[in-house]
């Protein structure tokens, strides 16, 4: 799965600049997460760093995104690639 960030977001910045796969950006009204980027922090960390770093605990799986940890590696291997090819 990847990660959803809810309409409780305070808008307090610190979720983005922990993303490693740049996948948080910030919306029209708050921040969000690009699904085809989030892996979960999987291949970077163990747990989600955005999870971690929430005041308020609006960052929930995203059920619409279900996704193995096996395919979150696949994704995070894809991702590395495009980074090194970029």
């Known amino acids: 799965m ?3 960030i809810t309409d409780e977001c305070i808008n307090c ?3 983005e600049p ?10 029209p009204e708050i921040y969000e997460i690009n699904p085809a980027k989030c892996t979960e ?3 970077h960390y ?3 760093q955005c999870q971690q770093v929430c005041p308020v605990s609006c960052i929930p799986f995203d ?3 279900r996704e193995s940890k096996d395919e ?3 994704k995070f291997d894809r991702l590395q ?3 090194k090819s970029a």
Not at 19 to 27: E, S, T
């Open 13 to 15: 910045d610190v979720c």
């Open 63 to 65: 059920p619409a995104w």
């Open 72 to 74: 979150l590696l696949l």
């Open 41 to 43: 922090c999987v291949g």
């Open 18 to 27: 922990e993303c490693p796969n740049d996948a948080i950006f910030l919306g």
């Open 2 to 4: 990847a990660l959803l």
């Open 81 to 83: 690639h495009a980074k």
């Open 46 to 48: 163990d747990e989600p």
